[in-house]
């Protein structure tokens, strides 16, 4: 067993800090923008998860924003050195009769609304490929799902691999690029970039997380 000695020095900076911060782990069934005490963070896609670290421990206020759903407000209580979670759900917007009688929307319009298509088992994900990195880089869909991503390059020629799913693709650059596949092993899986786009080509990664249903 190891006795530490009493010292008369204060202990290193990088202890003391360690130890007033913690991690948040958000989520939402439906994606959208996440705000941590009114700082933007990033666009979700659905049940993805952006993982906070070092984050002060302490309350902290998440929200998550999304066109067409309703803006849902989390106090979050994030304690030094653990995990908190916060999961949204979030219910969307019914238009009113109003909005249609107004504005001088044409009607076809109503017959269509975006945010009200019938569930289906196909799961469209786009991603925008950069130097050097995925966006989302986390994607995360159920076991059994179709996916089908579309991946677009935006600066340059980049590629697309994910070899569980014996995919690879090369991005041109403008072009959105479809890949469809059955998610069909639970897990995470690694995707990155297949073509040499500069300096930290080998750093474009990102993660396929497919769960059980
Ligand atoms: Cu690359």
């Given at each position: 067993?190891?006795?530490?000695?009493?010292?008369?020095?204060?202990p290193a900076p990088s202890e003391t800090v360690k130890l007033?911060?913690?991690?948040?782990?958000?989520?939402?069934?439906?994606?959208?923008?996440?705000?941590?005490?009114?700082?933007?963070?990033?666009?979700?896609?659905?049940?993805?998860?952006?993982?906070?670290?070092?984050?002060?421990?302490?309350?902290?206020?998440?929200?998550?924003?999304?066109?067409?759903?309703?803006?849902?407000?989390?106090?979050?209580?994030?304690?030094?050195?653990?995990?908190?979670?916060?999961?949204?759900?979030?219910?969307?917007?019914?238009?009113?009769?109003?909005?249609?009688?107004?504005?001088?929307?044409?009607?076809?319009?109503?017959?269509?609304?975006?945010?009200?298509?019938?569930?289906?088992?196909?799961?469209?994900?786009?991603?925008?490929?950069?130097?050097?990195?995925?966006?989302?880089?986390?994607?995360?869909?159920?076991?059994?799902?179709?996916?089908?991503?579309?991946?677009?390059?935006?600066?340059?020629?980049?590629?697309?691999?994910?070899?569980?799913?014996?995919?690879?693709?090369?991005?041109?650059?403008?072009?959105?690029?479809?890949?469809?596949?059955?998610?069909?092993?639970?897990?995470?899986?690694?995707?990155?970039?297949?073509?040499?786009?500069?300096?930290?080509?080998?750093?474009?990664?990102?993660?396929?997380?497919?769960?059980?249903?």
């Open positions: 067993m190891t006795t530490h000695s009493q010292s008369i020095a204060p007033r911060y913690g991690s948040l782990e958000i989520s939402s069934d439906q994606g959208g923008t996440v705000y941590v005490d009114g700082q933007r963070h990033q666009e979700l896609e659905p049940f993805a998860v952006l993982a906070l670290s070092n984050l002060q421990a302490g309350r902290h206020t998440v929200r998550v924003e999304k066109p067409t759903y309703r803006t849902e407000q989390q106090e979050v209580t994030v304690r030094p050195d653990q995990v908190a979670k916060a999961e949204f759900r979030l219910t969307p917007l019914v238009p009113t009769a109003n909005s249609e009688a107004t504005g001088g929307q044409p009607a076809a319009r109503a017959k269509q609304p975006l945010w009200n298509a019938a569930p289906t088992t196909e799961r469209e994900i786009e991603i925008a490929a950069r130097k050097y990195e995925f966006d989302p880089n986390v994607i995360t869909v159920k076991n059994g799902e179709r996916v089908k991503l579309v991946v677009t390059a935006l600066d340059h020629d980049h590629g697309f691999k994910l070899a569980a799913f014996k995919i690879n693709e090369v991005l041109k650059k403008g072009e959105p690029t479809t890949v469809e596949f059955t998610a069909d092993q639970v897990g995470t899986f690694p995707f990155e970039c297949s073509h040499f786009c500069g300096v930290g080509h080998g750093k474009m990664k990102g993660k396929l997380v497919v769960t059980e249903r």
